[in-house]
């Protein structure tokens, strides 16, 4: 008979690290494939005594080493959450306090433990070098990410309803906040997807970082170069517009009886997506507001959301699947890159907000999910 | 003068695909209590569903005479609620959110919907996301909302199943309070409808895509 410890190490962490092998194969080749063979132990010495050397460097081995002990947390998180694995309260809620204490500890250190096995070497080496708070910093650091989870992970079997914050805190919020509809799919993708929202983010966010790098080393500044950047971070949402579409299809379809004017729903999807981009229109603000004008920055902008609210207006389509949309959303964007480069962008911006609302006013009512026969 | 219908359907047409589900030429009902029968899979979700708002249709369907779900959308929507028979919302809305939600946008009077939560038992679990919910109190929580606003029809998908006696006795109460008043309740069920709580007004039976009325 298998032990408990077995299926729970079966169900997260040969999982995870089913899940993962992507990432630890690219993790792997960046570590260990880009040097040659002979001089691997020294590059990896190299790189240890670099960061028991420099606190900079440690701080931000540190915070890679948080990172992935985030995502670690992240996955347990996500486990207990998926369907089907509601079958994990009762057992574990079953278990006494120490040995489920035991349990969470042996799971979150076993997908932990690659950071373990460097940090430990790290740490060795350290000691040898006589570099003890160094070596000292990473061992109470790594003690400390191998253990917080685990209060996380029990408040969590016994108060499954927890997404973010305590359960004090939560509850508080939920008396005094009511959700409104705008924040729903942002709701959704932060306590369901957290992953896929912050990954879209983070690389449009390096999409415009490389817009105003390159700009910035070629000594000029051209808004047509910025509002190209624009369009490919708005390229970049097009996962979070097909998600949109089936968390409407899935779950609002209850909203479908308020009476609610379309004109509403249709300024409701506005602002989702002037939300969404809240953080690019930060970034590029920032970046760029010594450098040009306002209207040229309001320009940036509309152009942004228009292109956003036309390409989910066209999921308004239901035969429109991902293909199809892909294909629509490039010929489009081929189109409204050379008004850019003819200095149309008002007139750009004036051609897809009437196309949106022209799509949206005619199928909004008529739009019904296809299932493909 | 005979008494103005409160819903009529005329020409009513709904297909999945390329398959015809519903096909109602006419229809028309008088204010009441009616029982919508019909095997599983003859289209009584769907009917309802058509009539809710929720899904397109071909035709047109007219409330209290002059409002119509082609050209009031709006309005026709205020006159008509949905509970349905295996709700389902996103997982973090609480029955707050949902319940303000409603309020907000069908009105109604706040105080008569608290006191309908009290006595169902919701405000106990009014503040937690929906994803803590059993079916039950899924269930009633989608009943109570069907009571917000000013409805002129209720739609009830399958009230019977999953809730208990006690909440299924404050139903039949409300159902028989609300039809004395003037809202018209069409009710799916399986399972007969107790004589002895509610007079039916008529039976209505979906065979062959249509609905006749008995």
Same mark, same amino acid.
């Given at each position: 008979m298998r032990?408990v410890t077995?299926?729970?190490?079966k169900?997260?962490?040969a999982?995870f690290y089913i899940?993962?092998t992507?990432?630890f194969?690219?993790l792997?080749?960046?570590?260990?494939?880009?040097?040659d063979s002979?001089?691997?132990?020294?590059y990896?010495r190299?790189?240890?005594?670099?960061f028991?050397?420099?606190?900079?460097f440690l701080?931000?081995?540190?915070?890679?080493?948080?990172? !992935?002990?985030?995502?670690c947390?992240?996955?347990m998180?996500k486990v207990?959450?998926?369907?089907?694995?509601?079958?994990?309260?009762?057992?574990?809620?079953?278990?006494?306090?120490?040995?489920?204490?035991r349990?969470?500890?042996?799971?979150?250190?076993a997908?932990?433990?690659p950071v373990?096995?460097?940090?430990?070497? =790290?740490?060795?080496?350290g000691?040898?070098?006589?570099y003890?708070v160094?070596?000292g910093i990473i061992l109470?650091?790594?003690?400390?990410?191998?253990?917080?989870p685990?209060?996380?992970y029990? #408040?969590?079997?016994?108060?499954?309803?927890?997404?973010f914050?305590t359960?004090?805190?939560?509850r508080?919020i939920n008396?005094?906040f009511?959700?409104?509809?705008v924040l729903?799919f942002?709701y959704?993708l932060f306590?369901?997807?957290p992953?896929?929202?912050?990954t879209a983010?983070?690389?449009?966010?390096?999409v415009?970082w490389?817009?105003?790098f390159?700009m910035h080393?070629?000594n000029y500044f051209?808004l047509?170069?910025?509002?190209?950047g624009v369009?490919l971070?708005?390229?970049?949402?097009?996962?979070?517009l097909?998600?949109?579409r089936v968390?409407?299809?899935t779950w609002?379809n209850?909203?479908?009886?308020?009476?609610?004017?379309?004109l509403?729903h249709?300024? #409701?999807?506005?602002?989702?997506?002037?939300? %969404?981009? %809240?953080?690019?229109?930060v970034?590029?603000?920032?970046n760029?507001?010594?450098k040009?004008?306002w209207?040229?920055l309001?320009?940036v902008?509309?152009?942004?959301?228009?292109?956003?609210?036309f390409f989910?207006? $066209?999921?308004?389509?239901?035969?429109?699947n991902?293909?199809?949309h892909?294909?629509y959303v490039l010929?489009t964007?081929f189109?409204?890159?050379?008004?850019?480069l003819?200095?149309y962008?008002w007139l =750009?911006?004036?051609?897809?907000?009437?196309l949106?609302a022209?799509?949206?006013?005619r199928?909004?009512? #008529?739009?019904?999910? !296809?299932i493909e026969p | 003068?005979?008494?103005?219908?409160?819903i009529a359907l005329?020409?009513?047409?709904?297909?999945y695909?390329? =398959?015809?589900?519903?096909?109602i030429?006419? $229809?028309?009902?008088? =204010?009441g209590?009616?029982?919508?029968?019909?095997?599983?899979?003859?289209?009584?979700?769907t009917c309802?569903?058509?009539?809710?708002?929720?899904?397109?249709?071909k035709?047109e369907i007219r409330?209290?005479?002059?409002?119509s779900?082609?050209?009031?959308?709006v309005?026709?929507r205020?006159l008509?609620n949905y509970?349905?028979?295996e709700?389902f919302y996103p997982?973090?809305?609480t029955?707050?959110d $949902?319940?303000?939600l409603y309020?907000?946008t069908?009105?109604g009077?706040?105080?008569l919907?608290t006191d309908?939560a009290?006595r169902m038992?919701?405000?106990i679990f009014v503040?937690?996301p929906?994803?803590?919910y059993s079916?039950g109190m899924?269930?009633?929580l989608?009943?109570?909302?069907a009571f917000?606003?000013?409805?002129?029809?209720i739609?009830?998908?399958?009230?019977?199943i999953t809730i208990d006696?006690?909440?299924?006795?404050?139903m039949?109460?409300?159902?028989?309070?609300?039809s004395a008043?003037g809202?018209?309740?069409?009710?799916t069920?399986?399972?007969p409808?107790d004589?002895?709580?509610i007079t039916?007004?008529?039976?209505l039976?979906?065979t062959?895509?249509n609905?006749t009325l008995?």
């Amino acid at each position: 008979m298998r032990s408990v410890t077995a299926i729970l190490q079966k169900i997260f962490t040969a999982q995870f690290y089913i899940q993962n092998t992507g990432f630890f194969l690219v993790l792997f080749y960046l570590l260990f494939g880009v040097v040659d063979s002979g001089s691997l132990l020294n590059y990896h010495r190299s790189l240890m005594m670099g960061f028991l050397e420099g606190s900079s460097f440690l701080l931000l081995v540190l915070a890679l080493w948080a990172l !992935y002990g985030l995502k670690c947390v992240g996955f347990m998180m996500k486990v207990l959450q998926s369907q089907g694995y509601e079958f994990l309260y009762p057992t574990m809620g079953s278990l006494d306090k120490k040995t489920r204490f035991r349990q969470w500890f042996l799971l979150h250190n076993a997908i932990y433990l690659p950071v373990w096995i460097y940090a430990g070497i =790290a740490v060795l080496i350290g000691l040898k070098h006589h570099y003890y708070v160094s070596a000292g910093i990473i061992l109470v650091f790594n003690i400390a990410m191998s253990v917080w989870p685990l209060a996380l992970y029990d #408040r969590k079997l016994f108060q499954p309803d927890i997404f973010f914050f305590t359960g004090y805190l939560q509850r508080w919020i939920n008396r005094r906040f009511t959700k409104p509809p705008v924040l729903y799919f942002l709701y959704e993708l932060f306590t369901q997807f957290p992953r896929r929202i912050l990954t879209a983010k983070l690389v449009s966010a390096m999409v415009l970082w490389l817009t105003f790098f390159l700009m910035h080393e070629g000594n000029y500044f051209d808004l047509r170069g910025l509002q190209l950047g624009v369009m490919l971070s708005v390229l970049l949402h097009l996962q979070l517009l097909s998600h949109h579409r089936v968390f409407d299809d899935t779950w609002l379809n209850f909203m479908e009886n308020l009476p609610v004017s379309t004109l509403r729903h249709y300024g #409701r999807m506005a602002a989702i997506y002037l939300i %969404i981009w %809240i953080p690019e229109i930060v970034m590029i603000t920032v970046n760029a507001y010594t450098k040009t004008s306002w209207l040229s920055l309001l320009t940036v902008f509309c152009m942004a959301l228009s292109l956003l609210m036309f390409f989910r207006s $066209l999921l308004y389509f239901p035969k429109m699947n991902n293909e199809l949309h892909v294909r629509y959303v490039l010929i489009t964007c081929f189109v409204v890159l050379f008004m850019i480069l003819g200095h149309y962008e008002w007139l =750009a911006i004036l051609l897809l907000q009437a196309l949106s609302a022209i799509v949206f006013f005619r199928q909004y009512r #008529r739009y019904e999910p !296809y299932i493909e026969p | 003068m005979p008494e103005e219908p409160v819903i009529a359907l005329h020409a009513v047409k709904k297909n999945y695909q390329d =398959a015809p589900v519903l096909d109602i030429p006419h $229809l028309e009902l008088r =204010a009441g209590i009616y029982w919508l029968q019909g095997e599983n899979g003859a289209g009584k979700t769907t009917c309802m569903k058509v009539m809710a708002g929720l899904i397109p249709f071909k035709g047109e369907i007219r409330l209290r005479g002059d409002v119509s779900s082609k050209d009031h959308p709006v309005q026709f929507r205020r006159l008509i609620n949905y509970a349905e028979a295996e709700p389902f919302y996103p997982a973090f809305l609480t029955g707050r959110d $949902l319940l303000e939600l409603y309020l907000g946008t069908k009105g109604g009077d706040r105080r008569l919907i608290t006191d309908i939560a009290e006595r169902m038992g919701v405000h106990i679990f009014v503040n937690n996301p929906v994803s803590t919910y059993s079916s039950g109190m899924l269930k009633k929580l989608s009943l109570l909302l069907a009571f917000t606003g000013q409805p002129a029809v209720i739609l009830l998908d399958e009230p019977l199943i999953t809730i208990d006696t006690r909440t299924l006795a404050i139903m039949y109460d409300l159902v028989r309070t609300w039809s004395a008043n003037g809202t018209t309740f069409l009710i799916t069920s399986h399972q007969p409808l107790d004589p002895e709580e509610i007079t039916l007004t008529g039976t209505l039976r979906i065979t062959d895509k249509n609905i006749t009325l008995n």
